[in-house]
Structures are given as structure tokens and as C-alpha cells.
């Protein structure tokens, strides 16, 4: 196909971006640029660019997983898989995509989650699939109220000060995490199918075994909540089409997210503990698994997936 | 060797006590290094910390 087939007609001033037609029977994904591509005029098929992994950013209906995702009050995450809650349909990700404020036990001033995320151009008025239905609250490390561990840390300074030294002493309260996880529930008429979204646009095929969410990384290790610790948290979730397992270490792991894509790792570790920068503090997280593996912001969400075996 | 408990802090951002792997900022210590070492430690060095992404 060439791009002469597509005609632009009009564009979209608070998206910044073109509207596109496509003819039937030419895919909406292969456009030369990104784009809010419609089949009959404003029947809104996809906004997309055809380059790797960038058209996860766009308008993605039915929704799939792997991609741009986020409370309307963040900038993006990624849409990590489906469960059921009850009767109803929930979305799965990370509670700091889900909410503006992950360490709060309560829900977000604006429970609107956009498909894509504010930064890919989501908007609440035409892109909210889900309203947030709850999040584990990630506990940061905070100094302490315990007035006996005040006094001791007051004991040391005021020793610290006799002797000259210039060190000082803080009493911090260093609870531990286990998952960063966080549900929303999908609004009726928004369709979806619980797959995950490959590079090229067309469903990757998972091995169906689930080993949680990344929600973390350095760029070259990434940090994932365990499935099997997100249901003892969420006992009547029920993951729709996938099994939680166990990761053993040197297994072979695939996630595919909003910015790097879908990526290949190695486990090289199933009982982690790790210290994780949240922008606002931090948190020490226990019981986590990390892979060996590319990541990037804009992933937390992914799900992640024992790879196929060849 | 293996008497005093390896904790999170400072340069060491992340821990198995399991398979005894330490993850180390790089740029850490050389007494970091050493103690790590003595415990039986395998390290792994880090260009940065864990950001939630």
C-alpha cells in the first residue's frame, strides 16, 4: 500500500495531529506518520505511527494490553493484562499509574483513566476506558514518629555536636512493599480483548503464564511485582486467559511496554529486595523478582510473561 | 564471614539474601566492596538507581 491511498481530512488542534482517512481493507496501523486514523469520517479506528513500538501511544479500541495507558492526572503507564472482579471487567496495572498518588489509601482525585495516557494526547472527554476501582498503597520511607527512637536519634546528635562532628542522625520507619499494583474497572461499551500488543501491531503470542508487573528498572534491570503476591492482595481477582506462576532463575521472560516495546529478559533473581525511587520518596520493596532486561519510562504496567519455549 | 546482616542502604540499592547477589551503585565504596565481598556477595554494578518508570 502506499501512503497516496490515505487522504487527510482535517486535524485534530488539541491533539495536534492530522485526521486521516483509510479506505476499507488497508490496515490503519501501516500509516506513514502518526496520526487519528478513521475509516468513515470520525469513527475513530486508531492514532498511530507505523514505527516499533510507537504505536502503542496511540488511540487503541478494542483494548489490548502493552499499551499507553494512565490516570488521567499522570503523564503514561502501560496497560498490563484483564482480570474479573465479581461480574465486572478490570483492568490491571500499577497503582502509580493508576493513581497520581501511589502512597495514599485513597483514590485519586480524578478516577478517569485515559487509553493513551495524557502524554500520548489522552483526553477525559474521549478517552476514558476505565474509572479506578482501587490500589495496594506503596508505604514509603518516612521518618519516624516513635518518640522513644526521637530521644535515642536526639541522644546521638547532641553527642555528635559535643564531639564537632558534623554528622547527624534521623529516625526513619522503613516498611516494606510487596506489589505496586492497582485495578480499574472498564467502562461498559468499551470492548477489549485480552491480548497483548506486538511491535508490529498484530497480537504477540504469549506462553499464558504470568510472572507479574514491572513496575521498576534501571534501564538494563527491571523489578516486577509477583502475580502470585498481586492475588494473595486481590484474592477474588480472577486474571482472565492467564495462570500466575513462579519465575525460576535463568528462565526466560517477555514484556511488552508502552515505550521499549516487547523485549526478551532473564530472571536473575526471585526473592529480591530493592530500593525503588518513587520522585516523591522512597520505598523499599521485598519478594520481587528482577529481570536482566530493557525497560524504560512509560513501561510500568507490563506485564510480565514466562517466554514460549522454542 | 557471613555474621553481620547485609542490609539496603547507601550504594547497595538491592538485595538477594537467597542466591547472595548485591546491587551496587557504581561508584560505591571501596569499603562497601570489600565488606560485600567478605560476606560472600556476588555484585552487580548499576549505572542508577531503581526509578519507579
Redesign the interface.
Known sequence: MTPTHYRVIGYARDLDLPIIYVPPGLNPMSIGREAIVVDEPFRILVASTPLSASHRTGRVRPLVAGVSIGNILITA?TLGWFGTMGDGVVLIS?A?VFTNKPESPYPPANPAIVQPGSIDGGMASIDTVALYHSHIPVKMIDESDCPVSKAVVSGLNAVSRLLGRKTRFTAVVEPTNKV?VALATLRKGIQYNPLVMGDDGKPFGTSGELVGL??????????VSKAVNILKYYPHLRLIGAEAVDAK?GDRVVKCGR?TGCTEGEV??T?????????TGYA?FEDVV?VRGK??????GSSVWLARQQ | MGLRKVK?GGDV???????K?A?VLRGASKKTIKRLSEEGYRI?F????????
Open positions: 503507564g500499577n502509580h505496586d514491572l513496575f521498576a528498572g534501571t534501564g538494563e534491570i527491571y523489578v532463575i515505550t536473575i533473581s526473592d529480591a529486595v530493592v530500593k525503588v525511587n518513587y520522585g523499599v528482577l525497560s524504560a519510562g512509560g513501561d510500568s | 539496603l540499592v538491592g538485595l538477594d539474601n537467597t542466591e547477589i546491587f552487580i548499576l549505572d542508577s538507581e531503581f526509578k519507579a518508570w
